[in-house]
């Protein structure tokens, strides 16, 4: 997979993201894609080779490593990287969009006019390019979408973990009495300890990610209500000084007719 070409989709839709986005994104990347290609992918490494169990019954090991470990955590939290971030991809296809939108009207209108320069055209068009488009109307919608899918993706990616492995702790023993295992038999699990560390960190982070994503969404909502209602207050005043202009007006011709 590759990562660079991800985060810089992921940046260039962040530009148009709150302060919070921008944090969000700083964790998704440091705390948890760095730590799971630098660190994670080397512990699970030797997972399936140093599982072993006491006993020689061809097979056996086999079926108790994958009655155990259904789902790699490495392949698990990458999975849920590309589903947390495909949300966020959804931004950046609405700004395209209207920037491809934005291009051709532009366009047009300058062929129309046929007095902009091709200089002048060029700086238009690179600064439509560059420009950060308002947390408003139907970018506000997409934006507050991704960030409840987000959330949901975050959340059910946890539980599944949590279900499948039991917990979020690597024990050190496990019995399986699988078929083609002739008895009970105990396998182990190499680095219990240093794995458990590791799915409690990339846990934590994935709901530090959580507690952003749900603060940022409360953020949006608020200020979607303030700038409703403040249009609805500039609205009021608006119709109560013309209604005041009216009735001055209306007692000026009064006076004078009088």
């Known amino acids: 997979m590759s990562w660079p070409a991800l985060y810089a989709q992921l940046?260039?839709?962040?530009?148009?993201?709150?302060?919070?986005?921008?944090?969000w994104l700083s964790v998704l990347f440091i705390f948890r894609v760095m730590v799971l290609v630098v660190a994670a992918e080397?512990?699970?490494?030797?997972?399936?080779?140093?599982f072993t169990c006491n006993t020689l019954q061809p097979g056996?090991?086999?079926?108790?490593?994958?009655?155990?470990?259904?789902?790699?955590?490495?392949r698990l939290w990458c999975l849920q990287l590309v589903f947390v971030s495909t949300p966020t991809l959804l931004v950046a296809t609405y700004v395209a969009y209207r920037n491809h939108s934005d291009k051709k009207?532009?366009?047009?209108?300058?062929?129309?006019?046929?007095?902009?320069?091709?200089?002048?055209?060029?700086?238009?068009?690179e600064t439509l390019k560059r420009r950060r488009l308002p947390l408003a109307g139907a970018l506000w919608w997409t934006y507050a979408c991704s960030l409840v899918f987000r959330l949901l993706f975050e959340g059910g990616f946890m539980y599944a973990l949590y279900?499948?492995?039991?917990?979020?702790?690597?024990?050190?023993?496990?019995?399986?009495?699988?078929?083609?295992?002739?008895n009970l038999v105990d396998c182990f699990i190499s680095r219990p300890t240093e794995k458990t560390i590791f799915t409690v960190f990339m846990a934590t982070t994935s709901s530090i990610c959580m507690v952003l994503n749900m603060a940022e969404?409360?953020?949006l909502v608020a200020k979607a209500v303030t700038r409703c209602l403040c249009g609805r207050k500039n609205k009021k005043t608006c119709s109560t000084s013309s209604r005041e202009k009216m009735q001055n007006k209306t007692s000026q011709k009064l006076l004078a007719s009088s």
């Not at 056996?60 to 490495?74: G, R």
């Not at 366009?107 to 068009?125: D, I, V």
């Not at 019995?175 to 083609?180: E, I």
């Open 105 to 125: 009207r532009l366009l047009q209108g300058s062929g129309r006019a046929g007095f902009l320069s091709t200089k002048g055209q060029e700086a238009e068009l």
């Open 42 to 50: 080397s512990v699970w490494g030797d997972e399936q080779s140093d």
């Open 163 to 182: 279900v499948v492995y039991d917990g979020f702790q690597m024990p050190r023993l496990v019995q399986c009495d699988q078929w083609p295992c002739p």
């Open 11 to 23: 940046v260039g839709a962040n530009r148009h993201s709150t302060s919070l986005g921008k944090i």
């Open 60 to 74: 056996c090991e086999n079926v108790c490593y994958d009655h155990f470990f259904p789902v790699s955590h490495i």
């Open 217 to 219: 969404l409360a953020y």
